[in-house]
């Protein structure tokens, strides 16, 4: 009966151990995501600041050109 008690005793250390790595790995691979969320996120932010000053740059090229269209239409 002694040999099985510490056969389980072994056994349930490797189990615990088992868990604790486990359980590492998942908060290691939540940390990883959150990262790779933020980052993405990022990513879009970034791009959709790039779109809106491109799009605020074409809108005052166009009153540019429309400016410049009228003063070379009245100056004929």
């Not at 486990?22 to 790039?50: F, I, Y």
Request: proline share 0%.
């Amino acid at each position: 009966m002694d040999h099985e008690d510490a056969q389980f005793i072994t056994r349930d250390k490797f189990y615990k151990a088992g868990q604790r790595i486990m359980s590492k790995e998942r908060r290691e691979l939540a940390e990883w995501n959150m990262g790779r969320e933020e980052e993405a996120l990022q990513s879009e932010r970034e791009r959709e600041e790039q779109g809106e000053i491109e799009l605020l740059e074409g809108k005052l090229k166009r009153e540019r050109l429309k400016k410049d269209l009228f003063a070379y239409l009245d100056s004929e």
